[in-house]
């Protein structure tokens, strides 16, 4: 069964940055495409960007520029590197297959964008 371990989140600044990490297991990760999601209060769980298993991204229009997503197909990880933080950006941010998700959801990391 897949699992997903996300790490990294915490509160920061407006305009500051946050490294998310995504340890995942259950799966031959290097064969998927891996997206990273967020889900703010009282709002839907969206998609934020996502990377191939060659490596190609795409990103949200709300985090282009912002956020880069990567992988490391060695450790099972995928990360989500966040600069110019905003508080919009505040959720809890999960991974999982992208642009579609599996079922099963990992706990999320909560990043609190505030001054």
């Known amino acids: 069964q897949v699992q997903f371990v996300e790490s990294g989140g915490g509160l920061v600044q407006p305009g500051g940055s946050l490294r998310l990490s995504c340890a995942v297991s259950?799966?031959?990760?290097?064969?998927?495409?891996m997206g990273w999601y967020r889900q703010a209060p009282g709002k839907q769980r969206e998609l934020v960007a996502f990377i191939t298993s060659g490596g190609s991204t795409n990103y949200s229009d709300s985090v282009k520029g912002r956020f880069t997503i990567s992988r490391d197909n060695a450790k099972n990880t995928v990360y989500l590197q966040m600069n110019s933080l905003k508080p919009e950006d505040t959720a809890v941010y999960y991974c999982?297959?992208?642009?579609?998700?599996?079922?099963?959801w990992g706990q999320g990391t909560q990043i609190t964008v505030s001054s």
């Open positions: 259950g799966i031959i990760f290097n064969i998927y495409t």
């Open positions: 999982n297959k992208g642009p579609t998700s599996f079922r099963s």
